[in-house]
Every structure is written in structure tokens, then in C-alpha cells.
């Protein structure tokens, strides 16, 4: 199962739109935030570069994430549901295969 970039890049920006403009403006150029957590009260806002879509582990989390809450979840945010330590242990990763 593949993850179609263009359908979800088409629902993150009808998402972003619904948003106001202030929760926008501190998400720097070329990153997007998303939201990562397990329970629906601690879920931690993270801001991560945009070529993290094009890495397969990031995929197949996003794949996972619309698996679970589809395109329009009630924080009306990108939602990820999984531990906040293991996303940061994937994206130290990503960080490293970028340098």
C-alpha cells in the first residue's frame, strides 16, 4: 500500500486553511508542524522539514496515521499516534541519513 503525496498534500492544505492565520506564522519556510502522541490530551506539537514526506519510515508513519484518524481529525492538525519518544528517535534518524 502506497502513500499518495498529491491526495494528502490536497488535505493538509484544506486543513491549513481552516486554521487561522497566528497558528501558521511560526512554521519557518519549508517545514510543516504535526502532532504526536498517543492520548488525545498529550499530544506535542513538532515542526519538521518538508522532505521528511519523502523518506519511506516517514511514509509509512503517515500511512499508519491515516489508517487510524483519516484526513480530518478534530485537532485539525496532522496527527501521528504514536510515542512521542519514538518519533523522536525516527526523526534524529532522518536527521542523520540528511547530513
Avoid: W
Amino acid at each position: 500500500m502506497g502513500i499518495h503525496l498529491p491526495e494528502m498534500a490536497l488535505h493538509a492544505r484544506q486543513i491549513i486553511h481552516r486554521r487561522s492565520p497566528s497558528t501558521i506564522v511560526d512554521v519557518p519556510k519549508g517545514h510543516f508542524a504535526i502532532y504526536v502522541g498517543e492520548e488525545e490530551i498529550k499530544k506535542k506539537r513538532f515542526v519538521v522539514p518538508i522532505s521528511y514526506l519523502k523518506h519511506p519510515l516517514f511514509q509509512e508513519l503517515l500511512s499508519k496515521a491515516a489508517e487510524e484518524f483519516g484526513f480530518d481529525h478534530q485537532m485539525g492538525g496532522l496527527t501521528i499516534p504514536c510515542a512521542e519518544e519514538d518519533f523522536i528517535n525516527l526523526t534524529s534518524r532522518l536527521n542523520s541519513s540528511r547530513s
